[in-house]
C-alpha cells in the first residue's frame, strides 16, 4: 500500500461494495463531494473494478482524489453467495486500519455501503466517523433492519405464499416468504454466517450518520422512520436520485463502463421515432431471463406493436448466456427489423431513459433503475426477481402509483404475454392520471436535487463533514 497526497479539505475515505450497483451510485455522490464540497476523497476499490472510477480520476487532480488497491481474499468455503463476498470484504479490517494509521493526513469520517456494517467498528477503533450509504431506499432499509433485527420465520414451512407481516415499518407491508431476500430465508439463527450477516446489518444503525440516494418526497415517511425509530438522531441525508447532470455527456455515456455499441448509434435510432412511442427493456447488471420467460416477452412485444430497446445480460463473449435465449433472440432480432433495438451488454441507459422519444420501461426495479426512470418521466412496468426489487416494486405500484406490475416477479415466474402485450401498448399511449402522477415525480426528483431537499440535505452534511475537519485541526 502507498501513502497519497491530499488536499486542503476534509479527507473522506469512501468504501463501496464491489459489485456495480453499489459503486455507480456512491461514485455519484463522490463527484458531488469533490465538486460541490471541496473535500478530498480517497476510494477503496478492488483492482478489477478501477476502471468505473476512472472517468472521476481523469477529471480530477490527484491532490483531491485518489484510489485505495485493496484485493479482497478469495471467499471461505464455508461460505457462498452474499455471505461470503461480505466475509471477504471483512478480511480488509486491518489492512485498512494499517493505511489509515499510516497515512500522514489520514481521514476524518469512513462513508461505507449498508453491506459493509462492520467498518462501523473499524471507524470506533479508529476513533472517526462512520457514515452508511444505502444504494437502495429509506423503504428497503427499514425492511432490511425489520428482518434481521426481529427475525421473523415462516410458521407454515411448506407454504412458500405464507405472508410475513413487518408490522413495525411504516404501512405494515406484507410478502409472501418467497419473496423475503434468500440471504434471509435460507440461514437459521445461531448459523454462524447467519450471525455474522446479521450483526453486519444491524451494526448500520449504530452508525454516526446515514445518506441515502432517495429524496424526501419519494420516501418522507420512511426516511422519518429511520431517524425516529432506528438510527434514533437527524444525521440522516436524502441527497439523491444520485445521476450524471443533463450536460454530462460522457457520463450519461459511460456510466457504468464501457458499452458495446457506439452511444450515438442508439441515439440516432431513437431520433428517428416520435416521443414516448419507445419501450426500453432492461433487468439490471445481474438479471437474465429463462428461455421460458423471454419467450414470453418476446411475443408480448410482437403482439404489441411497439418500439423497442432491450439491453440483454451478456457473457464475457457477448453472447446472452442461456443457449435458448440466445437462439430465440437472434430470431426475433432478425424478424423485427428497424422496430427494435438489441444491446448484448452494458446500455447506456440514463441516455436512453432521458431521450424524448422513451415512453416505457420494463424493469427488474433495482434501485438505480428505479430512480433512472423516474428522474426521467417514463412508465416503468415492474418485473422484480429478488433482493429488495420487491419492496421497491411495491413502492412504484401501490404507495405511489407510477407503475404497473409486468410480472409478479421471481426466478420462473412467467407473465401472461396476451396481458403484457396489452401493458405495453397502454404504456407507451398512457395520458391519463398514471401519466400525469409519472410527470409529477419527474418534477419532483429534479427539484430535489437543484435547490430543493436533496441540495439542502446534501449542503448539511458537507457543512457536518466540514466540522469534523475543524474539530480535527483543533485537536
Known amino acids: 500500500m502507498s501513502t497519497v497526497a491530499v488536499g486542503d479539505g ?12 453499489h459503486i455507480i451510485p456512491l461514485l455519484d455522490l463522490t463527484r458531488l463531494l469533490l465538486t460541490r464540497g471541496g473535500l478530498t476523497v480517497t476510494v477503496l476499490v478492488t483492482p478489477e473494478h478501477l476502471p468505473l472510477l476512472q472517468p472521476l480520476l481523469s477529471t480530477h487532480p490527484s491532490t483531491s482524489l485518489q484510489p485505495l488497491l485493496l484485493s479482497h481474499p478469495p471467499n471461505s468455503p464455508n461460505s457462498s453467495g452474499l455471505v461470503a463476498k461480505v466475509r471477504a470484504a471483512g478480511e480488509l479490517y486491518h489492512p485498512i486500519l494499517q493505511w489509515f494509521r499510516s497515512h500522514p493526513n489520514p481521514p476524518v469520517a469512513i462513508v461505507s455501503d449498508f453491506f459493509l456494517g462492520w467498518t462501523t467498528n473499524l471507524a470506533r477503533e479508529l476513533g472517526v466517523p462512520r457514515v452508511v450509504f444505502w444504494a437502495s431506499g429509506a423503504f428497503a432499509a427499514s425492511v432490511l433492519d425489520f428482518l434481521w433485527r426481529h427475525l421473523p420465520r415462516n410458521d407454515e414451512p411448506h407454504d412458500d405464499d405464507n405472508l410475513i407481516r413487518l408490522a413495525n415499518v411504516p404501512n405494515s407491508p406484507e410478502y409472501p416468504w418467497w419473496q423475503i431476500q434468500p440471504y434471509y430465508r435460507q440461514y437459521t439463527k445461531g448459523d454462524p454466517d447467519f450471525e455474522f450477516f446479521r450483526s453486519n446489518i444491524l451494526a448500520n444503525m449504530e452508525s454516526w450518520g446515514i445518506v441515502f440516494n432517495s ?7 420512511y426516511i422519518d422512520h429511520v431517524k425516529k425509530e432506528l438510527l434514533g438522531n437527524q444525521r440522516v ?3 439523491g436520485p444520485l445521476l450524471p447532470p443533463d450536460d454530462d455527456a460522457v457520463g450519461l455515456a459511460t456510466r457504468g463502463g464501457p458499452v458495446n455499441v457506439p452511444p450515438h448509434e442508439v441515439m440516432t435510432w431513437l431520433d428517428g421515432k416520435a416521443d414516448q412511442s419507445v419501450v426500453y427493456v432492461c433487468f439490471g ?63 447506456p441507459q440514463v441516455a436512453i431513459l432521458r431521450h424524448r422519444a422513451v415512453g416505457a420501461f420494463v424493469t427488474h426495479c433495482g434501485w438505480n433503475s428505479v430512480l433512472e426512470g423516474l428522474a426521467a418521466g417514463v412508465m416503468m412496468l415492474t418485473w422484480p426477481m429478488g433482493a429488495d426489487q420487491f419492496t421497491n416494486a411495491k413502492l412504484l405500484v401501490d404507495q405511489i402509483g407510477v407503475a404497473a406490475r409486468a410480472c409478479h416477479g421471481g426466478a420462473q415466474s412467467v407473465p401472461d404475454s396476451t396481458e403484457l402485450a396489452r401493458l405495453l401498448a397502454e404504456s407507451v399511449s398512457e395520458t391519463g392520471p398514471k ?6 415525480f419527474r418534477d419532483e426528483a429534479l427539484k430535489a436535487v437543484t435547490g430543493g431537499s436533496s441540495s439542502i440535505d446534501l449542503k448539511d452534511f458537507l457543512n457536518q463533514l466540514s466540522e469534523l475537519q475543524k474539530q480535527k485541526t483543533c485537536d
Open 435 to 440: 401519466r400525469a402522477q409519472v410527470l409529477q
Open 285 to 347: 447488471s445481474r438479471g437474465k431471463l429463462t428461455s421460458k420467460q423471454t419467450k414470453a416477452l418476446v411475443d408480448a412485444i410482437e403482439h404489441s406493436g411497439v418500439h423497442f430497446i432491450w439491453a440483454v445480460k451478456a457473457t464475457d463473449k457477448g453472447h446472452v448466456a442461456d443457449d435458448d435465449t440466445s437462439a430465440i433472440l437472434d430470431e426475433f432480432e432478425d424478424r423485427v427489423g428497424s422496430s427494435g433495438f438489441i444491446f448484448r451488454g452494458w446500455a
Open 237 to 239: 441525508w436524502a441527497v
Open 215 to 221: 429524496f424526501t418526497q419519494l420516501e418522507r415517511v
Open 10 to 21: 476534509a479527507h473522506i475515505l469512501v468504501y463501496p461494495y464491489p459489485a456495480p450497483g
